[in-house]
């Protein structure tokens, strides 16, 4: 796994490149993925604002996300995380969001989501997201950082450089 301030050094450039800006709707990292962007003297040109979005309230009163979706879908699911990015991209001067929920655990694992599955959403304003599930390993920081790491690259491969 490429080093974090790697990753988001890359992401900065190319949105600086296009001339673009970034939202994070962020779910198990916490604002980690923000934290990785924001540590980059200067991202106030690239980066707009990231979203913490823990509980299913928030997710439903900052981002919008439909409580159907919730309670149908669960909060660590594609569709979820999709209406995230949607959300983000709305309360934002952003064109490009990244949103992510998942179980970090120790706890939380449900049948069929157990701990370390992770959902992360990308989308470009007036494209179809791009949304995948990962199961990823370890201990709830080995987890964390894996998610981080993801959505920073699946953030290079929609700017065209992953």
């Known amino acids: 796994m490429r080093a974090l301030e790697e990753l988001a050094g890359r992401?900065?450039?190319?949105?600086?490149?296009?001339n673009r800006k970034l939202v994070?709707?962020?779910?198990?990292t916490g604002g980690w993925v923000a934290k990785c962007i924001?540590?980059?003297?200067?991202?106030?040109?690239w980066f707009?604002?990231?979203f913490v979005t823990y509980s299913n309230r928030a997710k439903r009163d900052m981002l919008g996300v439909a409580a159907t979706t919730l309670e149908t879908q669960g909060a660590v699911s594609e569709a979820t995380v999709c209406e995230m990015a949607r959300g983000a991209l709305a309360h934002s001067a952003a064109d490009i969001a990244?949103?992510?929920s998942g179980i970090a655990g120790p706890d939380g694992g449900l049948p069929g989501k157990p701990v370390g599955t992770v959902c992360i959403a990308w989308l470009v304003s007036g494209a179809p997201p791009c949304v995948e599930t990962r199961q990823f390993h370890g201990d709830r920081e080995a987890i964390r950082r894996q998610a981080v790491a993801r959505a920073l690259e699946g953030l290079l491969d929609v700017l065209g450089a992953g």
């Open 11 to 18: 992401v900065g450039g190319l949105l600086l490149e296009q």
């Open 38 to 45: 924001t540590d980059i003297a200067g991202s106030s040109a």
């Open 98 to 100: 990244v949103a992510i």
């Open 24 to 28: 994070t709707a962020e779910s198990c």
């Open 48 to 50: 707009d604002r990231g």
